[in-house]
Structure formats: structure tokens, C-alpha cells
């Protein structure tokens, strides 16, 4: 399963990327708001650290315009994918840029069935959010399990990127699950490596280490 970093933070992207644990980055509006830059140029600084695709959101709601946004946000960078909605209008944008042979990565899909016309429509990437399901007491996961399985029915080529990962546990659910991608804020991708027990045997080890005396350096 491909990692994916949620944020805009140019400084977390580069020191998860550093250890080889960003696969892509996906951004958006509100990721844009809080890293207080400019779009373009915050976009164009992240595509120079990561070499895998980087989402960056149209803010258009006719088609006629994303497919304008999305033209100019892909040329940015050649790793530029173009984040789309998921309505009637996205999907019709989705169709001419993927046509045009660009990325597209198409966002706030809820359902199955809506996962099933971002795949008819080219999408490169499906984002299911499974965090804002569990919100509002639906299974999240669930959703994930169902494009699955119609897309290794019908031989989609889209990839199930799980969005809206809340905890480690969304990550754990979704790489069982068989997802192609998931994005998760930094701080979540950090906590994978965090376990009590992890901690109390290094103490141990490390009080041990103390009564020998010894020194390797």
C-alpha cells in the first residue's frame, strides 16, 4: 500500500520523505488555508520534494472551469494529479482531463456507486473518506471493502486511495482491506511506529545496558 502524506506543511512532507514513507501527497483548500501560502506556490515547492503524484484541488463547480483550473494546476509540475469533486460536473471534468492524459484524483466519494462512475469516468485515483463515514455512525471500511470488490470485479484500473484516516487503525483496516493508497496526516503516519511495549522493552534494555558499564563508542 502506497503512503500518501494530507498536508500542505512543506517541512513535515520533507522529513517523512526523507525516511522514505511519502509515496505522493494530497492537499486541498483547507490544507491550503492553514499552510497560509500561495496555491501555486506552495504546490509547485511540494512536487520538487516528492517525486510521486501530488493532489492539488480545483475550486470551480461547473466543469467548463475545472477542466480550465485543472489545466493550469497541472502545469505546476509533471506529478501534478488534479483533485476533483465527486458531482455530475467533476465527473464530466474528470473525462476531458484524464482524457488529456492527465492525473485525476477524484474526491469526497461516499458511496460505491459513486466510486463505480469515478472508474467509468478515467479517474487515476477514488477517495473514499472513511473518517467522515465513521462520523456520522456508518462503517467507513466498509465502503472501502465494496470498491474493492467491484473493482477487482470489473478490472478498474482506478485506485482506491483511503482518505479521511483518523488513527492507525484506519490504516491497519484499509491495508486488510487490499487499498491501493491511503493519505494520512503526518502526525498519524507517525504514530504507526509507536507501541507500549516498544517503549518499556528499550527502558529495560537501556537500564540494563547502564549496570554492564560498557560504552560501543
Request: net charge negative; proline share 4%; with cysteine.
Amino acid at each position: 500500500m502506497k503512503f500518501f502524506v494530507d498536508t500542505a506543511d512543506v517541512d513535515a512532507i520533507r522529513d517523512l520523505n526523507d525516511l522514505g514513507m511519502v509515496d505522493g501527497v494530497t492537499t486541498n483548500p483547507s490544507l491550503i488555508l492553514k499552510s497560509g501560502r500561495d496555491i501555486i506556490e506552495v504546490t509547485r515547492e511540494i512536487c520538487g520534494i516528492v517525486e510521486g503524484p501530488v493532489s492539488a484541488e480545483v475550486v470551480a463547480l461547473e466543469a467548463d472551469a475545472m477542466i480550465a483550473e485543472g489545466r493550469k494546476l497541472a502545469e505546476i509540475a509533471p506529478n501534478i494529479t488534479v483533485k476533483l469533486p465527486l458531482t455530475w460536473d467533476g465527473l464530466k471534468a474528470c473525462k476531458v482531463l484524464s482524457g488529456e492524459g492527465k492525473m485525476v484524483n477524484v474526491t469526497l466519494c461516499f458511496s460505491a456507486n459513486q466510486a463505480l462512475l469515478a472508474a467509468k469516468a478515467g479517474a487515476t485515483f477514488i477517495s473514499p473518506f472513511i473518517g467522515r463515514l465513521d462520523d456520522i455512525a456508518l462503517d467507513g471500511c466498509e465502503l472501502i471493502a465494496d470498491i474493492r470488490t467491484i473493482y477487482d470485479n470489473y478490472g478498474f484500473e482506478t485506485q482506491i486511495l483511503a482518505a479521511s484516516i483518523r488513527s492507525v487503525n484506519h490504516v491497519l483496516d484499509v491495508a486488510r482491506i487490499g487499498a491501493d493508497v491511503m493519505t494520512a496526516p503526518p502526525e498519524v503516519i507517525r504514530k504507526l511506529a509507536s507501541h507500549p511495549l516498544t517503549d518499556a522493552g528499550l527502558a529495560q534494555f537501556m537500564k540494563d545496558w547502564e549496570k554492564t558499564g560498557q560504552k560501543i563508542l
